[in-house]
């Protein structure tokens, strides 16, 4: 198993400011993943994080908008940059710690909002 | 594209009763097919999950049944209890592409006392 600590727990931002959303993990993963879940909605991937290589984006997300950064096996940020209020949303981290297909674990997710 | 397709949006049941959600996919290379259980303020937490090679699978009060034909599957959540009040995503995933999961958009169940 694996437990997820993510920080901050929710915030209330500016907006044009930007956040940085830390994920630790107990235990060394390969593999972490970054979701957004707008308000009613289902968990949308943002990002692929692996350690020492940049982060893969999915369509529609982009590296200047939502930068991360890996630096070890056990922890990963988010920066969402130069805030909107359709940014707000709750951000959620994700790991895989075992083999392929395995269960994922998530962190209980920061609650954004942009004002 | 929406990958995994999910039904009802929402679900309000009687407590003792048997909750349903239904969903669909359409890419046959799917070969992981997890629920995951959401309560307000917390990330989602795995339910129970099932492979192709199965048709049901049952843990407790929940099972799985997957019909792999109709490439859809289903949660039945039997003698549903208020403490079940909670959002349900399915979601789908195949192995060679690095655990990447496709969620449906989750229904919302209520059970009523």
């Known amino acids: 198993s694996a437990v997820i600590s993510q920080k901050p727990s929710r915030d209330i931002c500016q907006r044009g400011t930007s956040l940085t959303i830390q994920c630790q993990v107990d235990s060394q993963v390969t593999m972490m993943f970054w979701y957004r879940q707008q308000p009613g909605q289902s968990l949308t991937l943002i990002a692929t994080?692996?350690?020492?290589?940049?982060?893969?984006?999915e369509s529609g997300f982009v590296i200047d908008k939502f930068p991360i950064s890996r630096p070890n096996l056990t922890f990963s940020t988010l920066t969402v940059s130069n805030m909107s209020p359709e940014d707000s949303s709750i951000y959620l981290c994700?790991?895989?710690?075992?083999?392929?297909?395995?269960?994922?674990?998530f962190g209980q997710g920061t609650r954004l909002t942009v004002v | 594209q929406q990958q995994v397709k999910q039904s009802p949006q929402s679900l309000i049941v009687q407590k003792g009763g048997i909750s349903i959600i239904n969903c669909a996919y359409e890419?046959?290379?799917?070969?992981?097919f997890p629920w995951y259980q959401q309560f307000p303020g917390k990330g989602p937490a795995l339910l129970i999950a099932?492979?192709?090679?199965?048709s049901e699978k049952k843990e407790g009060r929940f099972t799985i049944s997957f019909n792999k034909s109709a490439k859809q599957f289903s949660l039945h959540i039997m003698d549903s209890q208020p403490g079940d009040s909670a959002t349900y995503f399915c979601?789908?995933?195949?192995?060679?592409?690095?655990?990447?999961?496709?969620f449906g958009t989750g229904t919302s169940l209520t059970v009523i006392p």
């Open positions: 890419n046959t290379a799917f070969d992981y």
């Open positions: 979601a789908a995933s195949k192995s060679n592409t690095g655990n990447q999961f496709y």
């Open positions: 994080a692996n350690q020492g290589s940049e982060a893969t984006y």
């Open positions: 099932i492979r192709p090679d199965v």
């Open positions: 994700s790991v895989y710690p075992g083999q392929l297909n395995t269960e994922a674990f």
